[in-house]
């Protein structure tokens, strides 16, 4: 058996040999089921490398054909159930698409231009518009916007899909908004020309037997790629007092009367951001992640943290994201919006 980098072309392979020492293990077991044209399900911890393993297959062949017409243009569909997961898959794939048109320049040949367009909530609709008189070789979305392209004329764009990728599919599988997705997947490969080919995205969620057949749905066969591993995590509860039964009298919103533990709580938030350099702490609601937010920031006498939720508008949000990964920023409170975390590249 050959090198797995063997079965992509010398740029994708050369771009790939630049950047990283070697394929990690999702990458190596996963790139020979999607290069056998087999449906598959891939398995691994956060950092891996899933990401790559289920595009770089999919840019190869981009790479390698040339720019088809306008109609026929969008090939790569991916679905991820999460808007900030959806956004930071489109910064990443600006590397390998970058890397790679560079690569085929090198060796005298002529990239085609392949472009990434996102289409969720937040979409404004002349770019909705735009997106259907010109749509982009790998459309990324969320599952309630796949279901909109579907029930509307905008699904014309989709019947040249040829790859199907379906991220952090575990976190869906047995639920509610599983099930539609799961509807939707099947509505789309009515209206395709070819049957796509399914990928599915994802962490080491037992059974994975299970969760491979809500990817494959009817009657397909698919491949399991399980390059788990076991994680070391260490978990405590602290309980910020010595005596609950002495608690001070002011709760959190500062009013009299209520005892209240938050107040022992913001500092030990404090110090464990300090000690680290990135922080996400989950609450189960708005207010809170403000409030929480600005009272470590008042604590801290300079903005550590910034909250993150739904009712924050789109491009502030991928600020706030953008200043987590670069360092600038020490920590997030955060609602359910970054339940699945960043796709930190």
């Known amino acids: 058996m050959g090198h797995v980098l063997d079965l992509f072309s010398p740029p994708v392979r050369d771009w790939f040999r630049a950047s990283f020492a070697e394929p990690t293990a999702v990458q190596e077991q996963g790139w020979r089921e999607v290069g056998a044209g087999r449906h598959v399900l891939m398995a691994a911890p956060t950092g891996s490398g899933k990401t790559l393993a289920a595009f770089l297959w999919c840019l190869d062949r981009l790479s390698g054909e040339p720019t088809p017409a306008e109609a026929e243009r969008c090939r790569v569909l991916y679905v991820s159930p999460l808007k900030a997961l959806a956004h930071d898959v489109d910064r990443n794939l600006r590397s390998?698409?970058?890397?790679?048109?560079?690569?085929?320049?090198?060796?005298?040949?002529?990239?085609?231009?392949?472009?990434?367009?996102?289409?969720?909530?937040?979409?404004?609709?002349?770019?909705?518009?735009?997106?259907?008189?010109?749509p982009p070789d790998i459309l990324i979305t969320t599952p309630e916007s796949l279901f909109l392209i579907l029930t509307s004329a905008a699904r014309k764009i989709l019947a040249p899909v040829r790859w199907l990728i379906v991220d952090e599919i575990h976190s869906v599988a047995?639920?509610?908004?599983?099930?539609?997705?799961?509807?939707?997947?099947?509505?789309?490969?009515?209206?395709?020309?070819?049957?796509?080919?399914?990928?599915?995205?994802?962490?080491?969620?037992?059974?994975?037997?299970?969760?491979?057949?809500?990817?494959?749905?009817?009657?397909?066969?698919?491949?399991?790629?399980?390059?788990?591993?076991?994680?070391?995590?260490?978990?405590?509860?602290?309980?910020?007092?010595?005596?609950?039964?002495?608690?001070?009298?002011?709760?959190?919103?500062?009013?009299?009367?209520?005892?209240?533990?938050?107040?022992?709580?913001?500092?030990?938030?404090?110090?464990?951001?300090?000690?680290?350099?990135?922080?996400?702490?989950?609450?189960?609601?708005?207010?809170?992640?403000?409030?929480?937010?600005?009272?470590?920031?008042?604590?801290?006498?300079?903005?550590?943290?910034?909250?993150?939720?739904g009712s924050i508008a789109r491009e502030q949000r991928m600020l706030i994201e953008d200043e987590l990964k670069a360092g600038r920023l020490r920590g997030l409170v955060a609602t359910s919006t970054l339940e699945l975390g960043i796709d930190m590249g």
């Open 96 to 134: 390998p698409l970058v890397g790679i048109r560079r690569q085929m320049e090198s060796q005298g040949l002529v990239p085609p231009d392949i472009s990434v367009a996102i289409r969720t909530g937040d979409t404004p609709a002349d770019v909705r518009r735009s997106m259907e008189r010109h």
């Open 174 to 309: 047995s639920t509610k908004r599983g099930s539609h997705l799961a509807l939707s997947l099947e509505r789309l490969c009515e209206i395709t020309r070819v049957e796509p080919q399914r990928i599915g995205l994802s962490a080491t969620q037992r059974p994975l037997e299970e969760v491979g057949r809500f990817l494959g749905g009817m009657d397909r066969q698919v491949s399991i790629v399980d390059a788990g591993r076991l994680k070391t995590m260490e978990v405590r509860v602290e309980v910020p007092v010595e005596d609950m039964t002495r608690l001070t009298d002011e709760d959190e919103d500062g009013a009299k009367g209520q005892n209240s533990i938050w107040p022992a709580i913001y500092p030990r938030l404090l110090q464990l951001i300090r000690e680290h350099r990135s922080t996400i702490v989950f609450v189960n609601s708005r207010r809170l992640a403000e409030r929480i937010a600005a009272r470590v920031n008042d604590l801290a006498e300079e903005e550590l943290v910034r909250a993150h939720h």
